[in-house]
């Protein structure tokens, strides 16, 4: 039997093979996947130099801590992984995880990601870590034998729809363990307006347009958006000129700022993006919630919107908020590979199944 350390160390050489500046294959696929309008160049870049920096032999280690603690009972399971496409290779730890445990892999590509993850997936089966009949962009094209647990990642409103169809298809069973996230936005608490500090600000709500599930969709300051309007716009505009934004803003997003003037809302307009001082709960693209407020005002908001919300941010480590794990600013558009999405940790999950 193949100890975990083995096996980290095989899946570390494939990727740093895959990472590699000379896998010309990933290169194709990103060509493909800029110039079908899928997602920019920039933010691609992005997402692989993180993988570069996270995706090492230490972190999958402490990932994988929770396996050792009952190594003998664990036996094998078929994983089936529905990878969302919101950002580029979103769907990546998933994978990992699922190979991580040691577990059988079983993939639905998102259609609005179809070509980097099978870069790595084709490498992947050359090891013999997964097969090719076991995963697609089609559902329709996975074998009908029924997954033993199902990681993902999507809205509430479609959960009951997608798994009912995934049972009709045989993928899955009535009783067959999920773990779905479903959380869509995160918040960031500032106490300054340094340009370090906005300058990150800026990455974590404008990376990825704020498609992510990480992205900042509200940030509480001691100041409000009036009196930094000017200047935040002045980073934003910079962000913007190198990183442009993908995809563009719905018509009804001008509505919602031409209301916003009508009943005398705070906001910055920014053509394909919106900032409105406002304390609603973040439920749609492209627009950020600022609000006024100190801590106790922030803690107020994550008891309100809890349900929804991914991670709070802090600048400054040292700040506390009483029974939220916290996370710094810098790294809200670099986690690490055990990130624990909706406050899951995947190994742990996949480890505790029977």
Excluded at 178 to 198: C, G, K, Q, W
Excluded at 289 to 317: F, S
Excluded at 327 to 341: F, N, R, S, T
């Amino acid at each position: 039997m193949e100890t975990i350390e083995n096996r980290i160390t095989r899946l570390q050489f494939i990727i740093d093979e895959w990472l590699h500046p000379n896998n010309y294959e990933l290169k194709e696929a990103i060509d493909k996947t800029v110039n079908e309008g899928f997602f920019s160049f920039e933010d691609i870049k992005h997402q692989l130099l993180v993988f570069k920096k996270t995706l090492n032999k230490r972190d999958f280690l402490r990932w994988a801590e929770p396996l050792k603690r009952k190594p003998s009972s664990r036996k094998e399971k078929r994983v089936l992984c529905l990878h969302a496409g919101n950002i580029p290779l979103v769907g990546l730890q998933d994978l990992l995880a699922v190979l991580i445990s040691g577990d059988h892999y079983s993939g639905k590509v998102s259609r609005k990601d179809p070509y980097l993850l099978p870069t790595l997936l084709k490498k992947l089966e050359k090891e013999g870590f997964v097969e090719q009949r076991d995963w697609s962009t089609d559902l329709n094209e996975l074998p009908n034998s029924a997954a033993d647990a199902v990681l993902f990642s999507g809205s509430t409103d479609s959960v009951d729809n997608v798994f009912d169809k995934l049972v009709s298809m045989k993928l899955v069973k009535h009783q067959t363990p999920a773990l779905v996230r479903t959380a869509h936005f995160s918040i960031a608490y500032i106490e300054d307006s340094n340009p370090e500090t906005m300058d990150q600000l800026t990455q974590a709500v404008f990376r990825y347009g704020g498609k992510g599930c990480r992205s900042v969709a509200m940030v509480v300051a001691p100041f409000s958006l009036h009196s930094k309007k000017c200047s935040f716009t002045d980073y934003i505009e910079k962000f913007l000129m190198a990183v442009p934004q993908n995809e563009k803003a719905p018509p009804s997003l001008y509505q919602r700022y031409a209301y916003n003037k009508a009943v005398g809302i705070e906001q910055a307009w920014l053509d394909n993006f919106l900032i409105e001082e406002i304390e609603t709960e973040p439920k749609e693209p492209f627009i950020l919630h600022w609000v006024k407020g100190d801590k106790k005002t922030l803690t107020e908001l994550i008891g309100r919107y809890k349900k929804g919300l991914q991670t709070v941010y802090v600048q400054d480590p040292s700040v506390e908020i009483e029974g939220v794990d916290t996370e710094l600013l810098m790294d809200a558009q670099q986690p690490p590979v055990y990130w624990q999405p909706d406050g899951v940790d995947i190994v742990s999950w996949l480890n505790n199944l029977e």
